[in-house]
């Protein structure tokens, strides 16, 4: 069943019973006050008759002929004595007739049903000037203008049900209509993604702040992130070949030289073999760096744990000062720095740094930590060639390379920021750069100090 009949179905069911508990109690209270009423009515008039007769002449059938006149046509008196035996009955050319009908003489006023007719009892005791009841009066009236009444009352109820249903009916598909539009509109767009292969928007109509247009919202964000998404893993792979194609052409190029002339000229096989192995040596830092990127970007969460960072950069410096006769100090006002963070990613963090700094400079390196609030603060800083001040912004960007004549002599694959900032990005950190072109540069990396609850490396 559809949605759209499913709600117009559930609201006219419940309209329904709401109208259906409305018109019964309606009813049913019109009856009870009615009939409350008319018995006060007669058990006021038959007891001051009672009272002004004097119960010696209505034990005795002694009624007066203008007494008799009280009585219409559709009333019928009964006269029982103490044992509850009919002594008499008086009516007047009475429409209906009674005939052994019995009425329970302990009910002092009851509403019947008697030959398909409304028939109010009463009965009022019969009591002797001292005070003892030497008998029981029984009214009986037939009440055909209940009977009117609630026939003209049940029509009303019945035309102003029907009326309601039809009102709640044109209601509830308007409102079906109202919810279900947007919704409608999201599965055409969804259907026609699903066609085409190709990421689309659905059309937003209103700009309020209700569930339907949130659901629009969301889902028009889900698209643009998955476009963006698959647009720059669409460029990746596009970058990645283009990279290992260069690399691979200039092998090729190498492996040529030396199957034609190598055996013979002993300056081109030497460079061809030197030429080979830098690239192939770039090649396998290009796939690392790749593979760390992708799974930086899988969104695996890797476990953080409380780790001191003036002695992991320590340790980090130690181990490249082995590799690279350079200077390299720390400069802090701190013995010991923690935070919450993987301990490997942030050694990888601090190599990616200082890799820069020792490719693209020739003096000393200085890092910087230091902590405010509830921040760490990790500055590189080195007196190298510097940036150019407009390409800034870009080194974070997949495979950018300032100047394309200085990584080959570098061996840079452009990945190592771009790896950098994934590392920051998933420790909720943030990382920049400030760079004068010939004087040197700064990458300042800001950590907060406790990772939030329920966040994760991504
Ligand atoms: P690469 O492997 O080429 O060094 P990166 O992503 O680490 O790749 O850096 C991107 C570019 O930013 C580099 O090609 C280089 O031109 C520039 N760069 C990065 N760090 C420095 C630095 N400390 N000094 C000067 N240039 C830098």
């Not at 026939?151 to 019945?158: H, M, R």
């Not at 912004?393 to 771009?418: A, I, M, N, Q």
């Amino acid at each position: 069943m559809k949605l759209r009949t499913k709600i117009t179905l559930l609201a006219s069911i419940l309209a329904l019973s709401i109208l259906l508990f409305v018109d019964v109690t309606v009813h049913l209270l019109f009856v009870k006050i009615a009939t409350r009423n008319e018995r006060e009515v007669l058990q006021n008039k038959w007891t001051e008759i009672i009272a002004e007769a004097g119960p010696t002449m209505i034990l005795k059938n002694a009624w007066s002929p203008k007494l008799k006149d009280e009585l219409s046509g559709d009333t019928i008196l009964r006269v029982f004595d103490q044992k509850s035996r009919l002594l008499y009955e008086v009516s007047r050319q009475s429409r209906f007739k009674l005939g052994n009908v019995r009425f329970n003489p302990s009910q002092s006023s009851e509403l019947t049903d008697v030959q398909g007719h409304k028939i109010l009892v009463i009965h009022l005791p019969v009591l002797s000037p001292e005070g003892n009841q030497e008998g029981t009066l029984e009214i009986v009236e037939k009440w055909d203008a209940l009977e009117t009444n609630l026939d003209i009352l049940n029509t009303i109820l019945i035309t102003s049900t029907v009326g309601a249903m039809l009102l709640s009916l044109v209601g509830s598909t308007i409102l079906a209509n109202a919810i279900l539009l947007p919704i409608s509109s999201s599965i055409q767009t969804m259907q026609e993604i699903e066609r085409s292969l190709k990421f689309k928007k659905i059309p937003v109509r209103s700009h309020n702040h209700d569930e339907l247009s949130q659901m629009t919202a969301t889902f028009n964000r889900m698209m643009s992130r998955l476009e963006e998404s698959f647009q720059s893993q669409q460029q990746f792979v596009s970058d990645a070949s283009h990279e290992l194609n260069t690399t691979l052409m200039i092998i090729e190029g190498y492996a040529n030289m030396l199957r034609r002339w190598g055996t013979h000229d002993e300056d081109i096989y030497k460079e061809s073999i030197q030429s080979i192995y830098e690239e192939t040596q770039r090649m396998r830092t290009m796939t690392q760096q790749l593979l760390a990127l992708a799974s930086s970007q899988q969104g695996n969460p890797e476990p953080h744990e409380r780790m001191e960072l003036v002695g992991c950069c320590q340790q980090v410096v130690a181990h490249l000062k082995t590799v690279h006769d350079r200077l390299i100090t720390i400069f802090t006002d701190e013995s010991e720095i923690w935070l919450d963070a993987n301990l490997a990613k942030m050694k990888q963090l601090l190599v990616i740094l200082l890799d820069n700094a020792l490719k693209y400079s020739a003096d000393e390196i200085e890092i910087i930590l230091s902590t405010e609030a509830k921040h760490v603060q990790i500055r590189v800083k080195d007196a190298g060639i510097g940036i150019p001040e407009g390409e800034v912004k870009r080194v974070f960007e997949r495979f950018y390379r300032v100047d394309c004549s200085r990584h080959r002599k570098t061996g840079g694959t452009g990945l190592g920021l771009p790896i950098a900032k994934a590392i920051t990005d998933a420790h909720q950190g943030t990382i920049r750069m400030a760079s004068v072109e010939g004087k040197g540069t700064e990458v300042i990396v800001t950590l907060p100090q406790r990772q939030q609850e329920g966040l994760s490396l991504q």
